[in-house]
């Protein structure tokens, strides 16, 4: 059984997700800690309810993002985990990070890709009228919202409010995310160098992509 260390900086829906798949075997893993950056954030309740180890790195109580980094570097060690999971965790993450762990990092990001990285994509997804919308999930790399594609999952957009749109990503989150995170706890998704390889999966080697209509 795989071991999973999730990252969050708010309520946690997406990890409540994962835990959730874990918890019926769907996925073949345990979330061992949830670390946050955000004494406050939800997700940290959602985890102590279960018993999941939580450890809380405030941001705000380092100098520089490389004193954070190296201080989180040190705890990502001592979990040894198989997987780091990025669900909602709102820090960029330094070289330090991204390389030692590169591959075993990954992070869902609410847009089409490369289309709209960094914040604020519903804004700009309702701004431009896009009638598509969706989510990303890739491997962490040095670059914002860059690393290697693994999937992604889309919806129609309609004539809707930011907080139904918000809504309808998330209920698309909460499907894919756990999805990915099996296959990759399955070994049928897994990184060679800087190519995203799926064993079994896709035969003709490209990203997965998936359409939703949520």
Do not use: W
């Amino acid at each position: 059984m795989k071991k999973i260390v999730v990252l969050i900086s708010g309520s946690g829906s997406n990890l409540q997700a994962i835990i959730d798949k874990c918890n019926i075997n769907y996925i073949n893993a345990e979330v061992i800690c949830v670390i946050s950056n955000n004494l406050n954030a939800f997700g940290i309740e959602r985890a102590k309810s279960v018993g999941i180890k939580t450890i809380v790195i405030n941001h705000k109580e380092f100098q520089s993002r490389e004193l954070f980094d190296t201080e989180l570097y040190k705890i990502l060690l001592e979990q040894n985990a198989d997987l780091i999971v990025l669900a909602g965790f709102m820090r960029i993450l330094t070289e330090k990070i991204t390389n030692n762990f590169f591959g075993k990092i990954i992070n869902i990001h609410p847009s089409l890709l490369p289309k709209y990285p960094g914040l604020n994509t519903h804004e700009q997804v309702l701004e431009n009228n896009d009638s598509i919308h969706g989510i990303s999930i890739h491997y962490v790399s040095s670059e914002l919202d860059g690393g290697p594609l693994i999937a992604q999952g889309e919806i129609k957009t309609a004539n809707e409010n930011i907080d139904i749109l918000v809504e309808r990503i998330h209920k698309l989150e909460h499907e894919l995310y756990p999805e990915i995170i099996k296959y990759i706890c399955d070994d049928k998704i897994f990184i060679d160098q800087n190519r995203v390889i799926f064993n079994g999966l896709n035969p003709s080697g490209k990203f997965i992509y998936k359409k939703y209509e949520i």
